[in-house]
T-cell receptor, first 115, second 116 residues
C-alpha cells in the first residue's frame, strides 16, 4: 500500500543538539510538507517542497531546516536554534502544490521531546 | 494574515446527540475547504472536502458540511453521533492564488468526546 512513513515515532533531544526527522513517501507525490502540531494550536506549516531540490519556508520555519534531494524523501532537521522544539511533527504529501484541489496525505507523526 | 478559527476547543456529547462544529476563515477570495479527523492513535485523515458546486458536502461516516460564502463558514454536522466519533477534528482552508496557492491553513482543532 502507498503511504507516508515517518521515523522515529518518538525522539528525544538534548539541549544544543540537532536532530533529524525522517519522512518517506511512495505515493509518487510531487509536493511534501512538514507541520508542527501543538495542543490547542492546530497544525502550523514549517516547510514545504513543490519539487526536488526546491523548498520554501512556511509560517514557522525559524530553527528548522529541510532538504529535498529525492522525490520520495523530505527530512526535517530541528536545530539547536529552535528553542521550543517539543511537539508532534507531521509530514504530508500531495500530487502538486499548484493543484490546490488535492488534499494532503499524512504520516503517523514523530513526537519530539527535550531531555 | 489568513487564518482559520474553530469555535470550540472541546465538545462533549452523548451518543445519538446532534453535532455541529463551527469553522470560519478570514480570506475573501476563492478557497477550497476541508475537514480532517484524527482518531486516537491514528494519523490525520480527510473527512470531507469542498472545491465548488453544491455548498452542502457529504463525507464519510455520515458527516456533512455546509459552505456559506457570505459568512466565511464551513461548519461540520452529523445528525446522530456515535462513541466511535470521539476524535479531534480540524478544519482547513486552501487559498487559491498568490503566494499561498495550494497550502493548507488549519484551525486549532476541536476535540469531540462522545459518551456511550
Amino acid at each position: 500500500d502507498g503511504g507516508i512513513t515517518q521515523s522515529p515515532k518518538y525522539l528525544f533531544r538534548k539541549e544544543g543538539q540537532n536532530v533529524t526527522l525522517s519522512c518517506e513517501q511512495n505515493l509518487n507525490h510531487d509536493a511534501m510538507y512538514w507541520y508542527r502540531q501543538d495542543p490547542g494550536q492546530g497544525l502550523r506549516l514549517i516547510y514545504y517542497s513543490q519539487i526536488v531540490n526546491d523548498f520554501q519556508k512556511g509560517d514557522i520555519a525559524e530553527g528548522y531546516s529541510v532538504s529535498r534531494e529525492k522525490k520520495e524523501s523530505f527530512p526535517l532537521t530541528v536545530t539547536s536554534a529552535q528553542k521550543n522544539p517539543t511537539a508532534f511533527y507531521l509530514c504530508a504529501s500531495s500530487i502538486s502544490l499548484g493543484q490546490s484541489q488535492v488534499p494532503q496525505h499524512f504520516g503517523d507523526g514523530t513526537r519530539l521531546s527535550i531531555l | 494574515a489568513q487564518s482559520v478559527s474553530q469555535h470550540n476547543h472541546h465538545v462533549i456529547l452523548s451518543e445519538a446527540a446532534s453535532l455541529e462544529l463551527g469553522c470560519n476563515y478570514s480570506y475573501g477570495g476563492t478557497v477550497n475547504l476541508f475537514w480532517y479527523v484524527q482518531y486516537p492513535g491514528q494519523h490525520l485523515q480527510l473527512l470531507l472536502k469542498y472545491f465548488s458546486g453544491d455548498p452542502l458536502v457529504k463525507g464519510i461516516k455520515g458527516f456533512e458540511a455546509e459552505f456559506i460564502k457570505s459568512k466565511f463558514s464551513f461548519n461540520l454536522r452529523k445528525p446522530s453521533v456515535q462513541w466511535s466519533d470521539t476524535a479531534e477534528y480540524f478544519c482547513a482552508v486552501s487559498y487559491r492564488g498568490g503566494t499561498s496557492y495550494g497550502k493548507l491553513t488549519f484551525g486549532q482543532g476541536t476535540i469531540l468526546t462522545v459518551h456511550p
